[in-house]
């Protein structure tokens, strides 16, 4: 088979020293290749070059850079026939590319969605609420729900299943609460996995329950080559060397992030707070969020209403896109999801930073800011 590799970067290199065996390598391309004699003794071309002189004679073009989202529409423009999407995991987690490079779980062409009506970078849903860690200020609300608190698993199904038909997500997060003290976290991947085969999967975590987890559980993580994803907090920092071995002993793919040693808040009770300048400023603007069949801007958003709830606030907000609802194009109600603000932006304000702390009797202040406390709520 010809191919060709874009990106002449150490994620370039990586894919290139795999294949150069087993595949034909035409050339690499970059849209930085005047700066780039060669990769591996291969051509380095720009995308124009490309288009007049190698077009014709490549099969597929693997798109191996850690952020595509630009090129996947350069590609478009291109009219490129047929692109495969490298996952990051394959450099990050120095992954072995499968001998058939077209059905490598970890590889997304575009074949694979040309036939859905939209496309997703990420979405995420919670598999349980509750969490072991009850961190201050947490942006899930975790410590405000009830022990056992979930949703269940056949709704998750459901809405599976059916966005399955009608949206190709490319990354799809499993996380909380905290992840593993989900009775049902492998019915929960073994769902993705069976409808969206070709979706990244994590499982977002923060690793102190991971050496107590059964082998059966990590080995089917395994199996179905999810990525977990270790948020470090200092309970999991001395952890971390037993983690890591328990990973390693099962042959887990996994990162950890950087410690959280501080956490934000930004809840503004006020509502007066620009939102486009609120979703540009907020880290969680573009965490799309899956709940009982609607999908959410952000995990406030879809969580928001249980914070309201608890403390006596007068707020309350609908603004999931409902994805069975058929009097709507689901595909454009999530770019618009995507790219404009919510109701609730307005109330995001400029974010204040704390240490980490865990709080297992929450208070409201712990979300809020500018201290527009319970006495500023009579406003609303």
């Known amino acids: 088979m010809n191919i060709a590799i874009w990106g002449a970067g150490k994620f370039g290199l990586y ?9 034909n390598i035409i050339c690499y391309i970059d849209n930085n290749a005047e700066n780039i004699e060669d990769v591996l003794g291969i051509e380095v071309v720009s995308p124009v070059e490309y288009a007049d002189r190698y077009s014709q004679d490549v099969d597929v073009i693997l798109v191996a850079v850690l952020d595509y989202g630009k090129i996947r529409e350069q590609m478009r423009r291109m009219e490129v026939k047929k692109f495969g999407l490298m996952g990051r995991q394959i450099y990050e987690c120095q992954l072995e590319i499968a001998s058939d490079i077209l059905d490598d779980v970890n590889i997304v062409y575009n074949s694979d969605y040309d036939n859905k009506k939209g496309y997703m970078k990420k979405l995420e849903t919670n598999v349980v609420d509750f969490c072991n860690l009850n961190c201050k200020g947490c942006s899930h609300f975790s410590n405000l729900f009830p022990t056992g608190a979930a949703i269940g698993y056949e709704s998750f199904e459901k809405d599976i299943m059916h966005l399955s038909k009608e949206i190709f997500i490319e990354h799809f997060d499993l ?84 410690v959280a040693e501080t956490f934000g808040k930004n809840i503004d009770l006020t509502g007066k707070n620009d939102p486009y300048k609120a979703q540009t400023e907020c880290r969680e603007s573009r965490c799309h969020f899956l709940r009982n069949g609607k999908i959410y801007k952000c995990p406030f958003s879809a969580l928001g209403g249980h914070f309201f709830e608890q403390y006596g606030i007068p707020l309350h907000f609908e603004e999931g896109v409902d994805i069975y609802d058929e009097s709507i194009d689901l595909a454009q109600a999530l770019k618009c ?17 704390f240490a980490w702390a865990v709080s297992n009797r929450p208070e409201c202040s712990e979300w809020i800011v500018k201290d527009n406390n319970s006495a500023d709520f009579a406003h609303l």
Do not use: W
């Open 15 to 23: 894919v290139g020293r795999q294949l150069i065996e087993r595949q």
């Open 175 to 258: 996380l909380g609460g905290e992840a593993f003290l989900s009775e049902r976290l492998a019915d929960y991947i073994g769902c993705l996995r069976k409808y969206m085969p070709k979706t990244t999967i994590t499982v977002v975590s923060n690793g102190t329950l991971i050496p107590r987890q059964s082998p059966e559980l990590l080995s089917y993580i395994r199996q179905k080559q999810v990525l977990v994803s270790i948020t470090e907090y200092p309970p999991t920092s001395k952890l971390r060397n037993e983690i890591i071995g328990t990973f390693e002993k099962h042959g887990i793919l996994y990162e950890f992030r950087k």
């Open 337 to 353: 999801l995507d790219a404009e603000p919510i109701e609730l932006c307005k109330y995001c304000g400029k974010e204040e930073r």
